[in-house]
């Protein structure tokens, strides 16, 4: 026997390739599992303190990502039951609501996904088979929603400027009112009225019918361009929140889903195929 330990690093090649063919048979190859159970009994690097401390930190942030996967489900859910379709601003409060979760959807997944080679039952690695096309389904989702979330904020603007342009109209429609009741007057009325003015303002130069009627047009046409300025002011401030927020919402789409589409990419491994091809390289390496 060799005394720098030998038969210790033989054992400690068989179980090397024990444990690569029992993560084959992790990934669909049964047939590995058998071929490789007579290889050695020994499983001191699969067992050592390192391999475990490693396997659990993995299955610890595999926990905290499905929990973030479950909160961001949960809050879609909540989100999609508060939706109401034809309801313009319903649907901006659901597509900005999703377009804030995103990074918690991503962040989930990829802790979910953080490494191909721990698993601990073989019901984790159907589930994670299942949850590998979620980002693909998520990023389709996702761009769905963007002409979604344009079409609403148009729709939002437009009956946002029906009504404020309704209430401008009311207003002037109330001003209009005090000279078309004085126009209807006959002029002794008309006359009387321009005495009483005049009585109230002692201090100012008494005025006659015909300019008091006239002041009377000017100040009606002063009160419709003031209220109409303020109606341009209000719609023009609100189309620059609106779809100033609808920039920024698709920005983040965009984003989100560029990193669901690299995310799905590189999650192929835990797809059917995926776990074909990385079964057969662990395979092929444990019999080299």
Known sequence: MDPYGKPHALNLKQGLVKGEAERGFAYGLPDLHSDFMEVGQSQSSINSPAERAVGAGIQILRIAGGLLVVFYLLEGLVALFGLELRNPASELRFTATMADRIPMGVLGLGLLFLHPRFFRIKAERVILMILAWLPLAMAVAYVLMIPISMNAAARLFQISSYNLTAQAEEQVKKVRTVLDTTLRLSEGEQQNMVNRYNAANPKKTPVELSAFIQNLRDEVQAQELKL?????????????????????????????????????????????????????????????
């Open 228 to 288: 109409d300025q303020e109606r341009q002011a209000v719609l023009s401030q609100q189309k620059k929140s609106l779809y100033g927020s609808q920039l920024g919402q698709f920005i983040r789409s965009l984003i989100g889903v560029a990193a669901l589409l690299m995310l799905w990419k590189a999650t192929e491994w835990a797809r059917p195929n995926g776990q074909k091809r990385l079964g057969q390289s662990l395979a092929g390496s444990s019999r080299r």
